[in-house]
């Protein structure tokens, strides 16, 4: 198996096309992993753990997340200085998450995120073709793009709608109008804490993937059955997104600290006290979906 070795990991020019390790991934059927950031903690622990484990990694930031931590550039800065100070050696790309509008997918680009992932679910067919096109003509060639069919449920509700999910035809629509190299598809996950058991349409999920040959990404990976993960991997899901899961085995560390030291009041004893629940979470994902090793 190839074995990529970043050389600069600072400058993007100088690595490995970033379009390979989707290519890897898809080749392997196994999926990256997206984690989603929220401080230099997060940061920090889930480099770490993707260092022991040799796997590449999608650090994902929300627009609201990344306005918590001061801005783009602020996150670039961190999570560069964590690289070179961490000797951190697997893939790491910067994604930007769920961005709703072209002014935030271009503000990320400045600043020098890796990837970029614009959702125009909210917006009308036509008008997510529109502005995945005009994100797309923003990028440089080594940055990915990422784009939403459907709607993926949403932490209000838990539930997913089978209103919204994407068809075959409509993916093969999209593609035909548009240049990404990972879609999101609709289909049955969720955002946050899931109502009831998922219901993930696999066989929609396997369809579209052998029908386009392109990347899938899943959302609201927390909570999903491990089977039904490894199955969505083997049915074309080359990078799977978890936040919630790893926010809940953060809390319920940091809970039971506080509560067993009233008296402690340093941050970064609170603040790390979740560090081995946050990075327990990101271990048994990398090894579920097969990245283990694969850096």
């Not at 009831?196 to 609201?220: C, Q, S, Y």
């Not at 919630?244 to 009041?265: I, M, P």
Request: charged share 25%; hydrophobic share 40%; net charge negative.
């Amino acid at each position: 198996m190839t074995n990529y070795v970043l050389k600069h990991i600072f400058k993007l020019e100088d690595v490995i096309n970033l379009r390979d390790i989707l290519l890897k991934a898809k080749t392997e059927k196994d999926a990256i992993p997206q984690f989603n950031i929220n401080n230099l903690e997060w940061a920090k622990y889930i480099l770490e753990v993707c260092e022991e484990e040799k796997s590449p990694v999608f650090l994902g930031v929300s627009s609201g997340a990344a306005k918590y931590m001061g801005g783009f550039n602020v996150v670039v800065g961190m999570v560069n200085g964590l690289k070179k100070d961490l000797n951190i050696t697997v893939p790491v790309m910067l994604h930007l998450d769920h961005a709703t509008s072209y002014e935030l997918c271009k503000s990320a680009v400045d600043a020098g995120f890796d990837s970029i992932m614009y959702d125009g679910s909210k917006y009308s067919y036509e008008e997510n073709i529109e502005t995945t096109n005009k994100v797309k003509a923003y990028l440089t060639n080594n940055q990915l793009l990422e784009a939403e069919i459907g709607k993926i449920g949403g932490e209000e509700d838990g539930i997913a709608s089978e209103l919204y999910f994407t068809t075959l035809e409509e993916a093969k629509d999209f593609l035909s109008k548009t240049s990404i190299d990972m879609l999101a598809p609709a289909l049955g996950s969720v955002h946050g804490i899931y109502k009831g058991e998922p219901n993930i349409k696999l066989d929609v999920m396997k369809d579209i993937f052998e029908e386009t040959n392109m990347p899938l990404v899943l959302h609201g990976g927390s909570g999903i059955p491990e089977e039904t993960l490894k199955k969505a991997v083997e049915n074309g899901i080359c990078k799977a997104n978890f936040n919630t899961e790893l926010q809940l085995g953060w809390h319920k560390d940091v809970l039971e600290f506080v509560e067993n030291n009233e008296e402690v009041y340093d941050p970064r004893k609170v603040i790390s006290s979740g560090e081995q629940g946050l990075k327990n979470v990101a271990r048994e994902y990398i090894r579920i979906l097969g990245s283990k090793g694969k850096a």
